[in-house]
């Protein structure tokens, strides 16, 4: 079969199963360099998929070399070895756990949530932790689960702040010194840890007691500190409008009592000087000094004065008020052409005149002559 396969070959001839037979071998053969391009056009792709990697926005991967791992912080894309080199990739973002209670259901979690205080009452308080991880190769390898551990230093620390402050401080004023304390002492745990994760804020959510009637209790007694913290502050604000009110009346007497007392004081030494100077002139001229003082007396009395004169017949007649001596209107008009010598004696006289004869007579001229010498000493004293 062979032979003759040959010899027609050889005379220009093809049997049928020689053609038959030949045209199988050459189409295997093409097959398998086709099937051996398509595998190694897989295997590139496949190499080439795994060999580039993209770190997105806040994101941080290890590179794990042989078993060395390196962090990668550069977002973007990069490229690796395969199945020589792997890469994990960690979320920094801000996250956050609750502590208390169920997010998705809002139910209390009696467990987390229920603590003691410092004077021995009963409280729950629920908080809402914030984290990021800080480094993501001791995130990974530092521990095996970094969020169970800070899950557990945030609930230690929780109890222990708790259980030195009152349940009114928990309640109340003291949130925000609670907060920052149990912060602090978290910090310091994590340091020593240092486990790749760190903490951002921890926040009191609520704070309540454990059951109805224990609330009901507590809302009565803050409204009892509501109402007397507005019963103080009204006190303050009472206090502190009628204590300036107060004081500027002080300081009103104060003021006129001074004044008063300068006044005085001026007053007293205006007539020390006054009188000083009376003395100076008494020494100089006494006689003179005297007369002057005594009509300057009577200037001031008379005028006012009401003076009665009776008659021996039983009659009487009212004087009232006497001018002063040294009006120059009433001066005038007694005597216009003289001086104050003859006016004065001239009212004498008719004062002597409407009273009548007798003693009582010449006892007013004799006054009236005395006061007319005596005024006339006065005018040439001065």
């Excluded at 398509?38 to 990697?53: H, K, P, R, W």
């Excluded at 903490?199 to 209790?217: F, G, K, R």
């Excluded at 001086?339 to 004498?348: E, F, I, L, Q, V």
């Amino acid at each position: 079969m062979k032979g003759e396969s040959f010899r027609n070959r050889r005379n220009g001839f093809e049997t049928v199963d020689g053609g038959a037979s030949g045209t199988p071998k050459k189409n295997s053969g093409n097959g398998g360099r086709i099937a051996g391009i398509v595998i190694a056009i897989a295997i590139v792709l496949f190499l080439a998929s795994n060999s580039a990697y993209e770190i997105k926005e806040k994101e941080q991967a290890v590179l794990i070399t042989l078993g060395r791992a390196q962090a990668v912080t550069d977002p973007g894309l990069h490229f690796k070895i395969p199945f020589i080199q792997q890469v994990k990739k960690v979320n920094t973002t801000i996250q956050g756990f609750t502590i208390g209670y169920n997010p998705d259901t809002n139910e209390v979690d009696d467990d987390e949530s229920l603590m003691i205080t410092s004077d021995f009452n009963f409280i729950d308080v629920d908080f809402f932790v914030e984290y990021r991880y800080s480094d993501p190769v001791k995130a990974l390898y530092a521990s095996q689960d970094p969020l169970a551990i800070l899950r557990n230093i945030s609930q230690s620390c929780i109890r222990t702040v708790i259980s030195s402050y009152t349940v009114d401080d928990v309640l109340t004023t003291g949130k925000n010194e609670i907060q920052a304390a149990i912060r602090e002492m978290i910090l310091a745990r994590l340091e020593e840890q240092d486990i790749g994760i760190q903490l951002l804020n921890i926040t009191i959510q609520d704070s309540e007691p454990p059951t109805a009637e224990v609330m009901e209790a507590f809302k009565s007694v803050e409204t009892a500190k509501q109402g007397k913290e507005t019963a103080l502050n009204n006190a303050n604000k009472y206090r502190n409008e009628q204590i300036p009110m107060a004081q500027a009346q002080a300081d009103g007497i104060i003021k006129d009592a001074e004044a008063q007392k300068t006044e005085r004081i001026n007053e007293a030494l205006a007539q020390v000087a006054r009188f000083n100077a009376m003395y100076e002139e008494y020494i100089k001229n006494p006689a003179v000094t005297k007369q002057r003082m005594f009509y300057e007396a009577m200037e001031d009395i008379l005028p006012d004065l009401k003076v009665i004169i009776e008659s021996p017949n039983g009659s009487t007649q009212t004087f009232y008020p006497l001018d002063s001596f040294t009006n120059p209107a009433n001066t005038s008009d007694t005597n216009p052409a003289g001086g104050s010598g003859s006016g004065n004696s001239n009212r004498s006289g008719s004062l002597g005149d409407s009273s009548g004869s007798g003693s009582n007579d010449s006892g007013n001229n004799s006054s009236s002559g005395n006061n007319n010498g005596s005024q006339n000493s006065s005018g040439a004293a001065n």
